[in-house]
């Protein structure tokens, strides 16, 4: 570390003067575990989450002597076509090298992964910026080995050790790198849920899979040192990570000190990030070609791989092919369970009518309850999207029995479907005689609002209708009532 020299009293005087204004200036790093079967060099599984520590290991995995590497061509081709999603430009030869350093999570005493000749190099991704439509430039994207998993046992006042398990060791990682050009914590968001969306419909990501994407942040305010914010594991985790760090950075500025040049942990618990050691240099790690694998081939097989439909073209394909608007395409989309949820329902008829219903009512009562969509019964919903349909059930009507059915799922209770919850709940639309005798009623017991009514005061019906709206708990259809309401007034007028 070289020392931090003395204050420069009048750049930080101007510094500190610009801070409100400042943009601030963000790259990422993002690791993303590949779904692959088995390991990157070895043919342990890869399933292991559910499994005791240490019981998918092999001589390999576990870095002993004597034991090599033997390359998993699934995770390679998985590499590729994240490459070719991110428009980038793909290597003639890709070379693994040995990154050493020595940790307990890493037996072999360095990492295999990618240095100077990395799979690809120069892409893209294209994302809803804090200014409208923004293209993020993608520096590099490569293959590593995830190390093995520490765990840090005890508390401040019990004896602390750490256990390490190996389970993890080995797992393909693909490495994305974008130059700094995201200027918000938001942005940065959006851009990983784009390359986790853009992942997910390559179908080489399970991100729902804890500790599936970890990401670092390099961050700086323009004029002062960049600083690298490490290991954030959560989408959540990298708004919350540089939210805290500008404003740490920030007020380091303010105080007419320098920000330091380092490595910082994010606390997820505390989110708050914490100084952990002085940044490495490259050199540090004595980068050398590993030895026991052959560079691999990749320009030719890259343009053999097909691309499924991504994000972006099924978006527009929504709307051309189901009349829905961008808002909804954009929603829909940037899931893929979530789009396929949308296609079958879409597939029945009454596409616009699925799109409003997926898109706005069922996700806030999905998130409302932080449940997932791959829960929701597609029959079910699909019955209850016919019942609205055929105006069966009023809008009002129809979100009380998704409520509800909702509710039992999450209660992990036989679900009942929609038409039977409306019987039970007597939800069902109220039509005709049903509602005249609460017509009557209501038009006997509010002599007040009936005087206003004839006296020419539009607003008095409004109320009236709100009247028996609440007496048949929503399942009268606002426009049906407004018509009986008018010609029970005539009729008793007369
Ligand atoms: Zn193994």
């Not at 292991?48 to 002993?64: M, S």
């Not at 990501?205 to 390099?218: C, I, K, S, T, Y």
Request: charged share 30%.
């Amino acid at each position: 570390m070289t020392a931090i020299s003395g204050p420069k009293a009048d750049g930080n005087s101007l510094k500190a003067a610009n801070v409100g204004r400042e943009t601030v200036i963000i790259g990422l790093e993002v690791h993303c575990q590949l779904n692959t079967a088995s390991k990157l060099f070895c043919g342990c599984s890869t399933g292991y989450r559910d499994d005791p520590p240490n019981t998918h290991v092999c001589p390999t995995c576990l870095g002993l002597p004597g034991s090599l590497p033997a390359m998993n061509r699934r995770a390679v081709e998985y590499a590729l076509r994240v490459a070719k999603a991110l428009n980038c430009q793909v290597a003639e030869e890709a070379e693994f090298a040995r990154k050493n350093y020595f940790y307990p999570d890493l037996p072999k005493g360095f990492q295999i992964t990618m240095y100077n000749r990395p799979l690809a190099e120069r892409g893209y991704l294209d994302i809803e910026g804090d200014e409208g439509e923004k293209r993020v430039r993608i520096t590099r994207v490569h293959l590593e080995e995830d190390p093995g998993r520490l765990v840090h046992m005890g508390t401040p006042d019990r004896p602390r050790y750490t256990l390490v398990d190996y389970n993890r060791s080995g797992i393909p990682l693909i490495e994305i790198v974008t130059e700094p050009d995201l200027r918000s914590p938001k942005e940065a968001r959006r851009l990983l849920n784009g390359l986790r969306t853009t992942l997910e419909y390559l179908g080489v990501f399970d991100g729902d899979q804890e500790g599936a994407l970890r990401v670092d942040a390099n961050i700086s305010i323009p004029g002062s040192e960049r600083v690298e914010v490490k290991n954030i594991s959560s989408y959540r985790g990298v708004e919350k990570a540089l939210t805290f760090e500008i404003t740490r950075q920030k007020g380091v500025i303010r105080r007419g000190l320098k920000v330091k040049r380092e490595t910082r942990h994010f606390v997820e618990a505390r989110g708050v990030t914490t100084s952990a050691r002085s940044k490495e240099q490259e050199h540090d790690y004595r980068y050398f070609t590993e030895p026991d694998l052959r560079p691999l081939q990749v320009r030719d097989w890259v343009e053999e791989i097909a691309l499924p439909e991504l994000p972006a073209a099924r978006r527009e394909r929504f709307m051309d092919q189901y009349g829905i608007s961008p808002e909804h395409a954009r929603t829909l989309c940037g899931e893929l369970r979530l789009a396929d949820f949308f296609e079958q329902m879409a597939e029945c008829g009454a596409p616009l009518l699925a799109a409003t219903w997926v898109a706005d009512t069922l996700q806030g009562e999905l998130n409302y309850r932080e449940m997932e969509i791959r829960k929701v019964p597609p029959a079910h919903f699909r019955e209850l999207l016919g019942l609205v349909d055929r105006k069966e059930l009023t809008d009002k009507a129809a979100v009380e029995v998704l409520r509800l059915m909702l509710d039992q799922c999450v209660a992990g209770e036989d679900v009942q479907t929609p038409a039977r919850i409306m019987e039970i709940n007597a939800l069902g639309k109220t039509t005709g005689d049903a509602f005249t005798g609460v017509v009557r009623e209501v038009i006997a017991e509010c002599a007040d609002a009936v005087r206003d009514y004839r006296a020419g005061r539009g607003e008095a019906l409004n109320f009236l209708v709100g009247q028996v709206m609440k007496r048949t708990r929503g399942c009268a259809d606002p426009k049906e009532l407004t018509r009986i309401l008018r010609e029970e007034l005539a009729q008793q007028g007369s």
